[in-house]
């Protein structure tokens, strides 16, 4: 009884979970999505979106590996839930398609920080299946999903990574990927410090 009403939640908060990013798809498309921006400690908003995977790596016995800056990172112009949802998509990505025993990074560069606009880059690296070349243009797009991403997870709603690239872009940022198809995939996106005054 135990065993199927866990796969039974687990179905559910799959169907829960495309539902969500139905309806944040019809926010995108209105364009009426409100973003309130205030100064937010990144690196402890990292923490916390990382702290919800625990269940998740420890299931899996994956490694997640928390590269932070040095030097005290300064607060970022930014809508928490908006970048919340981003890192949680990106991170969910991540563990689920490294396979078990693998290894995450976590990484928040301030190399940027002192360039005439200064940005902050976030990056998450996986030692998972990676994105086949021939779809890699592919990624960001609506409903897409890779073939190799498909066979691991059946279930999902193609919809994570062009909701992702909708809000970095309206933060004035923008995100991107490279691959090793079979070895990983690294998922980054950059964050202005302040946010241009309209």
Same mark, same amino acid.
């Given at each position: 009884?135990?065993?199927?009403?866990?796969?039974?939640?687990?179905?559910?908060?799959?169907?829960?979970? *495309?539902?969500?990013?139905?309806? /944040? +798809?019809?926010? @995108?498309? =209105? %364009?009426?999505?409100?973003?309130?921006? !205030?100064? &937010?400690?990144?690196?402890?908003?990292?923490?916390?979106?990382?702290?919800?995977?625990?269940?998740?790596?420890?299931?899996?016995?994956?490694?997640?590996?928390?590269?932070?800056?040095?030097?005290?990172?300064?607060? *970022?112009?930014?809508?928490?839930? /908006? +970048?919340?949802? @981003?890192? =949680? %998509?990106?991170?969910?990505?991540?563990? !689920?398609? &490294?396979?078990?025993?693998?290894?995450?990074?976590?990484?928040?560069?301030?190399?940027?920080?002192?360039?005439?606009?200064?940005?902050?880059?976030?990056?998450?690296?996986?030692?998972?299946?990676?994105?086949?070349?021939?779809?890699?243009?592919?990624?960001?797009?609506?409903?897409?999903?890779?073939?190799?991403?498909?066979?691991?997870?059946?279930?999902?709603?193609?919809?994570?990574?062009?909701?992702?690239?909708?809000?970095?872009?309206?933060?004035?940022?923008?995100?991107?990927?490279?691959?090793?198809?079979?070895?990983?995939?690294?998922?980054?996106?950059?964050?202005?410090?302040?946010?241009?005054?309209?």
């Amino acid at each position: 009884q135990e065993k199927f009403l866990s796969k039974a939640l687990t179905s559910t908060e799959r169907v829960i979970s *495309i539902v969500n990013d139905l309806l /944040k +798809i019809d926010l @995108v498309d =209105e %364009n009426n999505e409100i973003y309130n921006f !205030k100064s &937010t400690d990144l690196s402890k908003l990292a923490e916390e979106v990382s702290f919800e995977f625990t269940n998740q790596l420890e299931t899996k016995q994956i490694k997640l590996n928390i590269n932070k800056p040095k030097a005290l990172l300064p607060d *970022i112009e930014l809508e928490p839930n /908006k +970048i919340r949802m @981003v890192l =949680e %998509n990106i991170l969910d990505n991540a563990i !689920k398609y &490294t396979p078990k025993g693998g290894t995450v990074e976590l990484k928040i560069s301030d190399e940027r920080l002192n360039s005439a606009e200064p940005t902050v880059v976030v990056s998450v690296t996986d030692s998972g299946i990676g994105i086949p070349l021939e779809e890699t243009d592919k990624i960001f797009q609506k409903f897409f999903r890779a073939g190799n991403a498909i066979k691991a997870e059946p279930d999902g709603s193609g919809l994570g990574l062009f909701l992702a690239r909708d809000m970095v872009e309206k933060h004035g940022g923008s995100i991107w990927f490279k691959t090793d198809p079979g070895r990983g995939t690294t998922f980054s996106f950059s964050l202005p410090l302040h946010q241009k005054k309209v």
